[in-house]
T-cell receptor
Framework: DAKTTQPPSMDCAEGRAANLPCNHS???????VYWYRQIHSQGPQYIIH???NNETNEMASLIITEDRKSSTLILPHATLRDTAVYYC???????????????FGKGTHLIIQP | DVKVTQSSRYLVKRTGEKVFLECVQD?????MFWYRQDPGLGLRLIYF???????EKGDIPEGYSVSREKKERFSLILESASTNQTSMYLC???FGGGTNYEQYFGPGTRLTVT
C-alpha cells in the first residue's frame, strides 16, 4: 500500500500562510493525492485533491512536485478555525466508482496561534 | 453544500441493547459509508453501500449490520451492543461517477455502551 509521511505537528501564526508537507514517494501514476482535515470532535472534511497539476479551490491550494513524490497543502491566510489534524492520503482513479473506504494515517496537527 | 446528517451527536446505551444509527445525505450520492474512529486506531470502515439495497463489508463488520432502503439514508445497526463498541461513529457519502471520489462526512455520533 502506498504510504504518506507527514510531520506530527506544526504551528502557524494567524493570518499567515500555513504550508503542510506530505511525502508520498511510492505513489503510483493512477493515484490522486487527497487532503482532508478533522477539527476536534467533528467529522473529517474534504479539502482538495489533485493528480499531477497544482490545484486551487476556495479553501486551499495544492502543490504537487513534478515527480509526484511530495505535495504541499497551502492555507493562504490561516485563521484560528483552521486548527485541526490534516490528513494526506491516496485514492486510485480506478477505485471502484469511489466506493473505497478511506484510511487515514496520523496526519499533521496544525495549531494556529493568535 | 453537501450535507450529511446523523441522528444523534451523543448516545448512551446499555450492553445488549439494539442500537440504530441513522445517516441521511442530501446530494443524491450513490456511495455511503459507516466508519468508527478510535484513538490510536484511526478511521476504520465498517460497511459501505454503492446503491440502494446493496451493501459490502468493510474491514470490521462483526457485530454490525446495515440497511439502505432509500438512496439518501444509510442505517447502522448494532444488534446487541457491547462495551467494545463504544466509539465515535462517522457516516460519509460520495458521488459514484467520474473520478472525483471525495467523501463528505457527517458530524459523528459518540456512542457509549455501559
Amino acid at each position: 500500500d502506498a504510504k504518506t509521511t507527514q510531520p506530527p505537528s506544526m504551528d502557524c501564526a494567524e493570518g499567515r500562510a500555513a504550508n503542510l508537507p506530505c511525502n508520498h514517494s511510492t505513489i503510483s501514476g493512477n493515484e490522486y493525492v487527497y487532503w482532508y482535515r478533522q477539527i476536534h470532535s467533528q467529522g473529517p472534511q474534504y479539502i482538495i485533491h489533485g493528480l499531477k497539476n497544482n490545484e486551487t479551490n476556495e479553501m486551499a491550494s495544492l502543490i504537487i512536485t513534478e515527480d509526484r513524490k511530495s505535495s504541499t497543502l497551502i492555507l493562504p491566510h490561516a485563521t484560528l478555525r483552521d486548527t485541526a489534524v490534516y490528513y494526506c492520503i491516496f485514492q486510485s482513479v480506478y477505485s471502484g466508482g469511489g466506493a473505497d473506504g478511506l484510511t487515514f494515517g496520523k496526519g499533521t496537527h496544525l495549531i494556529i496561534q493568535p | 453544500d453537501v450535507k450529511v446528517t446523523q441522528s444523534s451527536r451523543y448516545l448512551v446505551k446499555r450492553t445488549g441493547e439494539k442500537v440504530f444509527l441513522e445517516c441521511v445525505q442530501d446530494m443524491d450520492h450513490e456511495n455511503m459509508f459507516w466508519y468508527r474512529q478510535d484513538p490510536g486506531l484511526g478511521l476504520r470502515l465498517i460497511y459501505f453501500s454503492y446503491d440502494v439495497k446493496m451493501k459490502e463489508k468493510g474491514d470490521i463488520p462483526e457485530g454490525y449490520s446495515v440497511s439502505r432502503e432509500k438512496k439518501e439514508r444509510f442505517s447502522l445497526i448494532l444488534e446487541s451492543a457491547s462495551t467494545n463498541q463504544t466509539s465515535m461513529y462517522l457516516c460519509a457519502s460520495s458521488f459514484g461517477g467520474g473520478t472525483n471520489y471525495e467523501q463528505y462526512f457527517g458530524p459523528g455520533t459518540r456512542l457509549t455502551v455501559t
